[in-house]
């Protein structure tokens, strides 16, 4: 065969151009096996608008708003669809299902570290069982309950210090107090004692990498093997970002080490602890590698999601005067008035049925977790509401759009937490702030309820609240960089102890 000469091929290629610019202008309409699959025209030919989209905090609203116009099945990038479809739940999560985590979980809660995963960006679906079946113990309802000393103890120390705030006439930050509480309960439920932020404010420099990693941490899977460069990056605060991240891990490195030199270690019930006790099933320990991450990302996830849950929940009771009245009297009953002082034990809470829907509709409007969680259509493909998906196909849910689906939730964008007294299936299948129900469904599901009651429930019994100033809706708009948070970050408020 005749090769073409240097000055044949640059013709050839000339003329070649117009074709390949043709194909790839009617690739997405013509050629693309999603092709039948709505979405906006721009979503066929790039990713990097949803990216845009993810870096401002707004993707799973974005997204949702995309559902409300095409339906059910959206395709939002050329190679990535999402589904409202609560028939593809089960498919695509359940407990036999073949479809596969994304790269996107091999970035989060990271950083570029040569950290191995750990239970939450697992993708092997055996190592995962594994771990999780090494793990679960620790947050069993018998185990949790081991710690409610814990947590009263820190409810309480928090409280007085509010307490103190409303005494002085000055208006206390409800989300700082949040946070930092919610942290100390972690940190101490981790490694047997905490930050004291809840005395200090949020000064820990572990602390402040874990939450400064975050700003790239939605975005990094985008850029694949270019997250290598990260810390040269020609943009500071990716430079920035990417240090926090290596300082996290090297910290959180550093304190399980520490941890493991103490001389009461074996005789501690810290999750750590247990950690270290843990065993396979061949009866080998947890390497300190897995240690050091997963140490890292229980004390982010157990954190970050508590303190911007209780911040909306609070926000929405004091919004409405009616189910603050409701909850006021249900804790009096089940609490009696004698002293409003005592942190309520969980026992007298797990089954106060307004409380548990305030609660339960709180984590259905104002969801920490709301966006995507993306996975891999398996190598035979998949048929899902007769659309024929192939493989690596990106396909994923959201719980901002399940938990807005008006035929189970009417009025969905309102906060009304009678709708489950009569709790149905569907609103049980569609509810996931936690996962989807399966092997990957959160497993400190037991400990977030705890504290949410706990938290919520003293709160509430001991003080009469109100707002300081006004506090717009747009103030507690939710800004998501794959965990949300109230925009400002900001709900004050006046506690006056009770009579």
């Known amino acids: 065969m005749a090769i073409l000469s240097t000055d044949s091929a640059v013709p050839v290629a000339l003329a070649l151009l117009p074709v390949i610019l043709l194909y790839w202008v009617l690739y997405p309409w013509y ?129 007085n210090l509010i307490s103190a705030e409303g ?67 020609p943009f500071k605060f990716i430079r920035d970002a990417e240090a926090c991240s290596v300082r996290g891990y090297e910290r959180g490195t550093k304190m399980v080490q520490e941890y493991k030199l103490k001389e009461d270690k074996g005789r501690r019930k810290d999750l750590l602890q247990k950690m270290i006790n843990a065993r396979d099933e061949d ?35 004091l919004k409405s005067p009616e189910i603050h009245r409701k909850l006021n009297e249900e804790l009096d009953e089940a609490l009696g008035t004698q002293d409003r ?29 709301p966006g995507s969680t993306p996975r891999y259509v398996p190598p035979e493909g998949a048929v899902l509401a007769d659309r024929f998906l192939p493989r690596g196909t990106i396909i994923s849910i959201q719980a901002y759009t399940t938990h807005r689906d008006p035929a189970v939730f009417p009025d969905p964008n309102s906060f009304k937490p009678e709708r489950w007294l009569d709790e149905t299936a569907e609103m049980r299948h569609l509810y996931v702030p936690f996962g989807a129900d399966g092997p990957r469904k959160c497993i400190g599901i037991h400990l977030a309820y705890m504290e949410l009651r706990v938290i919520l429930a003293a709160l509430f019994h001991r003080f009469e609240l109100r707002f300081h100033g006004e506090v717009s809706d747009a103030s507690m708009d939710m800004h998501e960089l794959w965990l949300a948070a109230p925009v400002e970050q900001r709900l004050s408020i006046i506690a006056k102890e009770k009579a």
């Open 31 to 159: 050629f693309s096996p999603l092709r039948l699959i709505p979405g906006p025209w721009w979503a066929g030919y790039t990713k990097w608008w949803l990216v845009y989209k993810t870096w401002a905090g707004v993707r799973a609203k974005t997204i949702h708003d995309l559902h409300l116009k095409y339906g059910p099945y959206v395709r939002v990038a050329p190679n990535e669809i999402s589904t409202s479809d609560s028939k593809a739940i089960t498919a695509i999560y359940g407990v036999n299902s073949e479809f596969t985590k994304t790269e996107f979980y091999q970035y989060q809660l990271r950083g570029m570290t040569d950290a191995k995963p750990e239970l939450f960006t697992m993708s092997d679906r055996k190592a995962h069982a594994k771990r999780r079946r090494e793990l679960a113990h620790l947050f069993s309802m018998s185990t949790i309950t081991e710690y409610e000393d814990i947590i009263a103890r820190n409810v309480l120390e928090c409280l």
């Open 167 to 233: 005494k002085a006439d000055k208006a206390s930050n409800l989300y700082d107090w949040w946070h930092y509480l919610s942290m100390d309960i972690t940190c101490e439920l981790c490694f047997g004692n905490g930050f004291d932020m809840l005395h200090k404010g949020a000064v820990n420099p572990y602390i402040h990498d874990m939450y400064g990693s975050l700003m790239i941490e939605p975005v990094r899977w985008h850029f694949g093997w270019l997250n290598k460069y990260a810390s040269w990056a």
């Open 283 to 317: 009866g080998k320990p947890l390497p300190d590698e897995d240690l050091n991450v997963q140490s890292t990302s229980f004390i982010l996830a157990g954190s970050h999601t508590t303190s911007s849950s209780l911040t909306w929940i609070v926000w929405r009771i």
């Open 341 to 369: 002082k005592i942190v309520p034990p969980h026992a007298k809470l797990d089954n106060l049925p307004y409380l548990n829907c305030i609660i339960k509709e709180g984590l259905r409007i104002d969801t920490s977790v």
